[in-house]
């Protein structure tokens, strides 16, 4: 079977192996405070312009979501992000577990604009009863989104100008980083983004690490403990090397970069063989992941040879599919893909 159900089946990036075999039976210290994840945080402080930031390492998403959230809220407080939003939808309430809401607001192409985190702030602070109502405070969202969507400059911009009139946080999810800012409809680079906003991650999970989320505190009334809230959290790796590692060989030199770019332009190729074919998208995304309606006996019948994400099935019976390139998508694999979908009957 051929997997493009996901962005994270593969192991990671042949350069990272090879670090670890190079330091493979060295001494470090532990818990992130070694020279090699000291290293790894010069190279993101270098990359996003932000000499003053605070760089930890994590292992995985949800872990990094629940971690921030917690870390920024107070018990009373709330997190505001798109219905669709993957701390809404895809965390089986790890948020809540912390014991704070997620409120879910319905929004156009999985975006969160400036008029949104406006009208939740009035909503909140008009109601005579607010003090009965759990306190918006921290807007999540993710770059790209969960369908696959991107923010433009103008449009995070002005999302974070909202937050900051409104007293709240900006908090950007970026499991899929790369991809999203090397998307053909993206015109921002990292420094734009963390200009942008108080605390972000760039996603090595799903970008050609074997594991690993790299958070950047901006906003300095963040930073203080922030390293007790990843212990008692349960995401304090003992053998923190092992994340830095993975993220100065993907950043040194602009490799998790290169790997997004391929995944993307292997996506839309993807994108117009299934157009092509006339099977229409479901959600119109410029980045790695691509969704399409199929006819039923269409999905059964490519799923014989490859591996998609069956997000649903309509009430006529097609399906809606996700498809993932990644940073290891082989092109032999998109050829078979593509010259299948074109010849399906």
């Known amino acids: 079977m051929i997997r493009f159900n996901n962005d994270y089946s593969e192991t990671c990036h042949e350069n990272i192996l090879k670090r670890l075999a190079d330091i493979s039976g060295g001494q470090f210290a532990g818990y992130g405070e070694d020279e090699i994840c000291a290293e790894a945080a010069d190279i993101i402080r270098k990359l996003t312009g932000k000499p003053e930031a605070d760089v930890h390492f994590l292992v995985g998403g949800t872990q990094t979501n629940l971690i921030v959230i917690a870390s920024v809220l107070r018990p009373y407080q709330c997190a505001v992000c798109a219905v669709t939003g993957h701390i809404n939808v895809h965390e089986t309430g790890a948020v809540e577990a912390t014991g704070h809401k997620v409120i879910g607001i319905e929004s156009e192409n999985g975006k969160i604009t400036a008029g949104d985190v406006r009208e939740a702030h009035r909503l909140h602070w008009q109601d005579d009863s607010h003090e009965h109502i759990a306190q918006p405070k921290l807007v999540y969202i993710s770059q790209p989104t969960e369908t696959g969507t991107v923010y433009r400059r103008e449009e995070l911009a002005e999302l974070y100008a909202a937050c900051r009139e409104c007293g709240m946080y900006l908090f950007i999810d970026g499991a899929r980083l790369g991809y999203g800012l090397e998307s053909p409809e993206c015109d921002m680079d990292i420094k734009f983004l963390a200009d942008n906003c108080d605390v972000f991650y760039i996603g ?126 082989k092109d032999g694999d998109l050829e078979e893909l593509i010259t299948d979908v074109k010849n399906i009957k």
């Open 204 to 329: 090595g999970t799903k970008g050609g690490a074997m594991f690993g989320e790299a958070v950047v505190i901006l906003n300095g009334s963040l930073k203080e403990d922030f390293r007790y809230m990843i212990k008692q959290r349960g995401g304090m790796l003992a053998k923190g090397w092992l994340l830095g590692a993975q993220f100065s060989e993907l950043l040194r030199d602009g490799l998790y970069f290169r790997l997004a770019k391929k995944a993307d332009e292997q996506a839309a190729r993807i994108r117009d063989a299934f157009l092509e074919a006339g099977y229409p998208s479901y959600a119109q995304s410029p980045t790695n992941q691509q969704f399409f309606i199929l006819p039923g006996e269409v999905y059964e019948k490519l799923s014989e040879k490859y591996v998609f994400s069956r997000q649903e099935t309509l009430q006529d019976g097609r399906v809606v599919i996700r498809i993932c390139t990644s940073w290891a998508t």
